[in-house]
């Protein structure tokens, strides 16, 4: 957690919280697109998505998955947008990753779309062969390190009040 981010502070302070677990939090947004706008953040204090780990980016996305169905059920949602703004360009105005969790009705007012661009061949082919390059790299996936598992002593057995049946034969046999 940082003292400076908006997000952190957020999630500690536990200000309308829908769900949390031990890696990610989700509440309802400070500043709604529309009324039901959720957010959910890594609790650990990362500023790009590039930066989490990614076995928490899993949870992020689960949970989405599973708030986006509560929007549903809930909200009566005819459909969700899930967001992430990542980076400055991308509209990124807090310090720390968030996924948003829009739900949306026909006709809700809310403008999301963008006019697609006619690239040329060249561009196209330019970009695929950019991105393809990187992608080569995709494979490996950052697995959460196993946490030591705790050896409980058994209890020792205590006497009781009440005299043990089974005991009391015991102590009969000669």
Same mark, same amino acid.
């Given at each position: 957690?940082?003292?400076?981010? @908006?997000?952190? #502070? ?11 677990? =031990?890696?990610? /939090?989700?509440?309802?947004? @400070?500043? @709604? $697109? ?5 957010? *959910?953040?890594p609790k650990q204090h990362v500023p790009i998505l590039e930066q989490v780990p990614d076995f ?6 689960? #949970?989405?998955? #599973?708030?986006?169905? /509560? ?5 009566? /949602?005819?459909?969700?947008? *899930? *967001? ?5 360009? $991308?509209?990124?105005?807090? &310090? ?6 829009? &739900? ?6 809310? =403008?999301? =779309? ?10 196209m082919s330019t970009v695929e062969l950019a991105v393809k390059e990187e992608a080569k790299k ?6 959460e390190k196993p946490k030591p598992i705790e050896v409980k002593k058994p209890e020792e057995i205590? @006497? ?15």
């Open positions: 957690m940082s003292d400076d981010c @908006p997000v952190c #502070k957020h999630i500690s302070i536990k200000s309308n919280l829908l769900y949390e677990d =031990q890696k990610v /939090a989700a509440f309802l947004s @400070p500043s @709604p $697109s529309i009324a039901g706008h959720i957010v *959910i953040a928490i980016v899993s949870e992020l996305f689960i #949970k989405a998955n #599973k708030l986006s169905i /509560a929007c549903f059920e809930s909200l009566g /949602a005819e459909g969700t947008n *899930i *967001i992430v703004q990542n980076g400055v360009a $991308s509209g990124q105005t807090l &310090p720390h990753v968030t996924v948003h969790i829009i &739900p949306r009705k026909e006709n809700d007012g809310l =403008q999301l =779309q963008w006019k697609p661009r006619q690239l040329s061949e060249e561009q995709i494979g490996f996936f950052e697995k205590k @006497p009781t009040k009440e005299e043990n049946y089974l005991i009391k034969q015991l102590n009969r046999i000669p």
